[in-house]
């Protein structure tokens, strides 16, 4: 069967439910009855044509990430398989045994969830980026914090502010 390449509102909400229970474009995009991943990406690509979508897309992503941060939360507290039993020769208990392998992929997939999030939703799960500008000046001395959150032009205000300058 032919993917689909016209856009349809119902075509988009069914790509944007599937982000939202964690399936990545890609998956969704190699699914029965979907398009092809670029054909996705030329509809998000020219907004003014498909302006619905990008807003359902972005929203899906902003839940996809939060979908994300429970997951890492259950991952954690899930110590299933964190130790394995040995047995004997002759088939018996002889004891447990610490599995590092299961404890490592746990490990991998938190990261990669952590990462996924912070690309998705910055501002909330991204590092928080600051910059401390100091400024020296009859005798005293002003810290003032400038973030990547922050309103652009009151970041440029405060730089400018504290580096003496009026341009």
């Not at 995009?29 to 998000?44: A, D, I, N, S, Y």
């Not at 997939?109 to 910059?131: D, I, Q, S």
């Amino acid at each position: 069967m032919a993917r689909p390449s016209k856009y349809s509102e119902k075509l988009s909400k069914e790509i944007c439910a599937l982000l939202m229970e964690g399936l990545s474009l890609r998956s969704i995009c190699t699914k029965e009855g979907m398009p092809h991943q670029g054909t996705v990406c030329r509809w998000l690509a020219d907004p003014e044509k498909y302006p619905a979508f990008s807003e359902q897309y972005a929203r899906a992503r902003e839940i996809q990430a939060e979908l994300l941060a429970d997951e890492i939360l259950d991952i954690a507290d899930n110590g299933t398989n964190d130790y394995m039993e040995r047995l004997n020769k002759d088939g018996e208990s002889a004891g447990w045994q610490f599995n590092g392998e299961n404890v490592q992929r746990s490990k991998l997939r938190v990261e990669a969830r952590k990462w996924t999030a912070a690309k998705l939703l910055p501002k909330k799960f991204g590092n928080k980026v600051t910059k401390e500008i100091t400024s020296k000046g009859g005798g005293s001395t002003e810290t003032k914090v400038i973030t990547a959150d922050m309103d652009p032009k009151e970041a440029s205000r405060i730089y400018k502010e504290m580096m003496g300058r009026d341009d």
